[in-house]
């Protein structure tokens, strides 16, 4: 089992700054730690994944050269830097751990989510 509490949403403008931070524990080192998020009226969309070692992670398009993740083996936590946020990067933002086949990152745990918002 895998527990994960994300924390750092909010309400920010356009063209600033948001650290997302998700807190894992249980059985962590058997997954590889994500992002996903979901707008109003859309579906759940990938945006990055990481190792724990740190040594291999992914970006979604929307994501690369924007956003950063990356992580604190000791604290067990999983970060999501988001600089020059955009209004349509606005969404629920959800932590997940799951596992990477060919078929790309497949979330096995989800966190509760947390709500960033971005105003123009």
């Known amino acids: 089992q895998v527990q994960l509490v994300e924390s750092g949403g909010g309400l920010v403008q356009a063209g600033g700054s948001l650290r997302l931070s998700c807190a894992a524990s249980?059985?962590?080192?058997?997954?590889?730690m994500g992002w996903f998020r979901q707008a109003p009226g859309k579906e759940r969309e990938f945006v990055t994944y990481?190792?724990?070692?740190?040594?291999?992670?992914h970006y979604a398009d929307s994501a690369k050269g924007r956003f950063t993740i990356s992580t604190d083996n000791a604290k067990n936590t999983v970060y999501l830097q988001m600089n020059s946020l955009k209004p349509e990067d606005t969404a629920v933002y959800y932590c997940?751990?799951?596992?990477?086949?060919?078929?790309?990152?497949?979330?096995?745990?989800w966190g509760q989510g947390t709500q960033v918002t971005v105003s123009s």
């Open positions: 990481i190792t724990w070692s740190g040594l291999s992670t």
């Open positions: 249980g059985r962590t080192s058997s997954y590889i």
């Open positions: 997940a751990a799951g596992l990477h086949s060919i078929y790309g990152f497949t979330p096995a745990y």
